[in-house]
């Protein structure tokens, strides 16, 4: 049941809030909560930021989620 929600688990995604973006390996969904490692944080105007650890963002503030194609 709903097999096309693990789709993009351990796939290289990009995570599109309303001013900024991470990209980043989507680790786990866990409840309201997407866990991201190996992440970037990408504003428009600035430089790519690399993260340490894992980004924890809550998916009500999501607008949306692409997955990095090959």
């Not at 989507?26 to 992440?39: C, F, M, N, S």
């Not at 970037?40 to 690399?50: F, R, S, W």
């Amino acid at each position: 049941m709903f097999w096309w929600r693990r789709t993009a688990l351990r796939k290289r995604v990009i995570v599109n809030l309303d001013e900024k973006a991470f990209s980043g390996v989507l680790w786990a969904k866990r409840g309201p909560l997407l866990v991201l490692r190996d992440a970037v944080l990408m504003q428009h105007g600035a430089a790519d930021t690399p993260l340490d650890g894992e980004v924890v963002i809550e998916r009500a503030r999501v607008e949306f989620i692409q997955v990095a194609g090959g």
